[in-house]
């Protein structure tokens, strides 16, 4: 092989090798090249992030509006006085969690923590909604985060009352 | 130390090469950071900030063009001698 090589070379430049000769980029011009593919790269890599913040624009577009349906949740004194509900709302996949805080006042949540959607339930001593797997804590007033490592609030069923009875008719903030 | 390019005409080439690829390497990063931004509020629900993120994003896009141009050019008068 070498001698096949030294006789290519040798036809055109003796001085020359082979190698040079078939790798013609010098070391300097190599290092220039690699800068102007490393700016095209760059600037390719700056395409793909404009392309992606446009297909969050057509998703956002092609967004569907959710369509909450009208649930009956409980009759008006079902439970007592920091007794809690469980029911399904919007999907029969979905628990929430109602509680009665006094006499006319309910308030009902999806029992997905917002951290790691671990099932939330109501401590009635601390008048809380807590979570037991990090030891999250929300305001049953609002399903405000107390304490733990959630930061969003608890989705909250807006209920109406209709008569006797207790009805979901969205969530608040919409899932 | 021997200078490996004896050339100023290719040292000013190079430095401006090196300087404009320092600019696009900030503006990827911003870029990244306003993608990021937009997925995270686009996920928890929020759309509106979508379009003027994109608006932003596409800028930032035709700079790093604009600059990838400036760099082909030096590159070309460099290497023609110009």
């Given at each position: 092989?070498?001698d096949n090589?030294?006789?290519?070379s040798?036809?055109?430049?003796q001085?020359v090798?082979?190698?040079?000769d078939?790798f013609s980029v010098?070391?300097s011009?190599?290092?220039?090249?690699?800068?102007?593919?490393?700016?095209?790269f760059?600037?390719?890599?700056?395409?793909?992030m404009f392309?992606g913040?446009?297909?969050v624009?057509?998703?956002?577009?092609f967004?569907k509006?959710?369509?909450?349906g009208?649930?009956?949740?409980a009759?008006?004194g079902?439970?007592p006085?920091?007794?809690?509900?469980l029911?399904?709302?919007?999907r029969?996949?979905?628990?929430?969690?109602?509680v009665r805080?006094?006499e006319e006042?309910y308030?009902a949540?999806?029992q997905?923590?917002?951290?790691l959607?671990?099932?939330?339930f109501?401590?009635?001593?601390?008048?809380?909604i807590?979570c037991p797997?990090?030891?999250?804590?929300?305001?049953?007033q609002?399903?405000?985060?107390?304490q733990?490592?959630?930061t969003?609030p608890?989705?909250?069923?807006?209920?109406?009352?209709?008569?006797?009875e207790?009805?979901?008719i969205?969530?608040?903030p919409?899932? | 130390?021997?200078?490996?390019?004896?050339?100023?005409?290719?040292n000013?080439?190079?430095?401006?090469?090196?300087a404009v690829?320092?600019?696009?390497?900030?503006l990827?990063?911003?870029?990244i950071?306003v993608?990021?931004?937009?997925?995270?509020?686009?996920?928890?629900?929020?759309a509106e900030?979508?379009?003027?993120?994109?608006a932003?994003s596409?800028?930032?896009?035709?700079?790093?063009?604009a600059?990838?141009?400036f760099?082909r050019?030096?590159?070309?008068n460099?290497?023609?001698?110009r």
């Open positions: 092989m070498d090589s030294s006789l290519t040798g036809a055109a430049n001085s090798p082979l190698w040079r078939e010098s070391q011009g190599e290092r220039y090249v690699n800068r102007r593919q490393l700016a095209k760059l600037t390719l890599t700056s395409l793909g392309a913040n446009v297909w624009v057509v998703r956002s577009w967004r509006t959710p369509v909450y009208r649930t009956v949740v009759r008006a079902e439970i006085v920091g007794g809690v509900k029911f399904r709302y919007p029969p996949g979905e628990q929430c969690i109602m805080t006094s006042t308030v949540y999806s997905k923590c917002t951290h959607s671990c099932a939330v109501y401590s009635r001593q601390d008048n809380r807590e797997c990090h030891q999250g804590y929300f305001s049953v609002d399903g405000s985060v107390l733990g490592p959630p969003r608890l989705p909250r069923v807006v209920l109406r009352r209709e008569g006797d207790l009805i979901a969205r969530m608040e919409e899932i | 130390m021997t200078n490996r390019y004896p050339d100023p005409q290719r000013h080439g190079l430095a401006a090469i090196d690829t320092g600019i696009l390497v900030i990827l990063v911003v870029q950071w993608l990021s931004a937009t997925l995270d509020t686009f996920l928890a629900g929020h900030t979508a379009l003027p993120a994109a932003v596409g800028l930032l896009c035709l700079t790093c063009f600059l990838y141009r760099v050019r030096v590159d070309r460099v290497r023609s001698g």
